[in-house]
């Protein structure tokens, strides 16, 4: 069964400092895409970045890169330059390639402190 | 007004009760899902359609109807729930089924006394 991991219930970060959440999944498909998506006060699940398991480049959006380890089974968010606003709870998910189904992780509630 | 959105974003009912949450979308989209989102649990997908047509039903009880007149509506109708039903809501959209992005709504926050 495919099940994705997020370890850390909560982190913490001081602004404009960098902070780095980690996710592990399991999966025994090579085609697959990865997502981050962040879950506000307002509940609004939005989509932050996603992966596809075939690029070997990690992807990027502005303050936002992952760290996509294919073999590790690993698939890290680095925010860089955090911002008030970036607090929030994150979940990283995953979704086979031939399938509409998304697994999510459990979440990370980040904090931000000025 | 644009996104996917949800009515009502907040509801509390009875057990014996019957009520109705909608979602609309305003991407053009196709396709259109229903997930659950419990206190310290990953979001559990409910239900799937495409084109107006159910693809998907996770396991969920019959106290959960579904609904989805057009591509743009979708509702899940609730009856005689339970308290562990109470949760968060989540209404999501994608252009096509297999389609790498789901775009979701606020969400409904349902409090089942």
């Known amino acids: 069964a495919q099940t994705v991991t997020q370890s850390q219930p909560e982190m913490s970060v001081q602004e404009a400092e960098t902070v780095t959440l980690s996710c592990t999944y399991d999966?025994?498909?090579?085609?697959?895409?990865l997502f981050w998506y962040k879950q506000p006060p307002s509940r609004q699940m939005i989509l932050v970045i996603r992966q596809e398991a075939y690029k070997q480049q990690n992807a990027t959006e502005n303050r936002f890169s992952v760290n996509f380890q294919k073999a590790a089974k690993s698939f890290s968010l680095k925010i860089s330059d955090s911002q008030l606003g970036d607090a929030a709870m994150y979940f990283c998910a995953y979704r086979t390639y031939n399938t509409d189904k998304l697994i999510f992780g459990t979440g990370t509630r980040l904090q931000v402190f000025p | 007004e644009t996104g996917v959105t949800q009515t009502p974003r907040h509801l509390v009912m009875g057990m014996t009760n019957k009520k109705s949450l909608k979602c609309e979308q305003h991407l053009g989209h196709n396709a259109m899902y229903w997930y659950k989102q419990s206190a310290k649990k990953p979001l559990e997908l409910m239900f799937v359609?495409?084109?107006?047509?159910?693809?998907e039903n996770n396991s969920v009880p019959s106290r959960f109807s579904p609904e989805c007149p057009n591509s743009s509506h979708l509702f899940l109708h609730l009856h005689t729930l339970q308290p562990e039903d109470s949760a968060l809501y989540l209404c999501a959209s994608s252009q096509e089924r297999i389609q790498e992005t789901q775009y979701f709504g606020p969400g409904t926050r349902l409090l089942v006394l």
């Open positions: 359609y495409n084109f107006k047509e159910q693809t």
């Open positions: 999966t025994s498909e090579s085609d697959y895409y």
